[in-house]
């Protein structure tokens, strides 16, 4: 079974930082392409960032400059730094992956982390 873990969420004050953690683990062969989501009480889940196998990255619009997504292949991790947060980064973050292929001929499609909580007070 895959599991992806996320973890670094917390409470922070605007203007500070946090770097959030999504490890995968299981018998895995490979992971596609890497995401952070992120969910704000009332709202729809939101793409942050992505960043595909061979490196590439794409931002929302409203965390570029400030966020900075990478990953460990060799850890089957993926990262979020989080700079100059604002009151309005409040959510729940969620890690995702389009693909993980795991010994034994399973691949999963879609999945998901469980999600961390960030807060940003004001």
């Known amino acids: 079974q895959v599991q992806l873990v996320e973890s670094g969420g917390g409470l922070v004050q605007a203007g500070g930082s946090l770097r959030l953690s999504c490890a995968a683990s299981?018998?895995?062969?490979?992971?596609?392409?890497m995401a952070w989501y992120r969910q704000a009480p009332g709202k729809q889940r939101e793409l942050v960032a992505v960043?595909?196998?061979?490196?590439?990255?794409n931002y929302a619009d409203s965390v570029k400059g400030r966020f900075t997504i990478s990953r460990n292949d060799a850890k089957n991790t993926v990262y979020l730094q989080m700079n100059s947060l604002k009151p309005e980064d409040t959510a729940v973050y969620y890690c995702?992956?389009?693909?993980?292929?795991?010994?034994?001929?399973?691949?999963?499609?879609?999945?998901w982390g469980q999600g961390t909580q960030v807060t940003v007070s004001s």
């Open positions: 995702n992956t389009d693909r993980v292929r795991a010994y034994g001929g399973t691949t999963y499609f879609n999945y």
């Open positions: 299981g018998s895995i062969i490979s992971i596609g392409a």
């Open positions: 960043i595909i196998s061979g490196g590439s990255t």
